[in-house]
């Protein structure tokens, strides 16, 4: 046996790295990483772009299409006001069928009253 391979060598001892050092580390990996990201994602739409010609997908295909926004219309000046045809003291209704009946006329009808005794 050779003399440097049969004495047995202690293991280094490694240093603990600074946190200046271990900064540096982190900076070089993620300039290492981003650069590495970059290349893949080159690639990724490369192959992409190339199925997606290929297969002829479409946009909606593959869940791009954007919802149309919904527009609330606002109402115009020329839009006339519902007449008041009915009043107990400040509280007034049209009568009309847009939404739902005020609670006073609700609570009118249910305690059994006519509304035509609030009538203008």
Do not use: C, H
Request: charged share 30%; proline share 3%.
């Amino acid at each position: 046996m050779n003399e440097s391979t049969s004495k047995r060598t202690k293991p280094m001892a490694t240093a603990t790295p600074t946190f200046d050092e271990l900064q540096a580390q982190i900076k070089k990996l993620t300039e290492q990483a981003q650069a590495v990201k970059k290349t893949e994602i080159e690639t990724v739409l490369k192959d992409m772009k190339a199925n997606i010609e290929k297969y002829g997908l479409t946009a909606d295909q593959l869940g791009f299409t954007t919802a149309p926004k919904k527009t609330i219309k606002k109402a115009s000046s020329s839009t006339k006001e519902a007449v008041v045809m009915y009043q107990n003291g400040n509280l007034t209704w049209s009568g009309a069928a847009r939404g739902r009946k005020p609670k006073w006329v609700m609570a009118a009808q249910a305690a059994g009253e006519d509304l035509e005794k609030y009538r203008i």
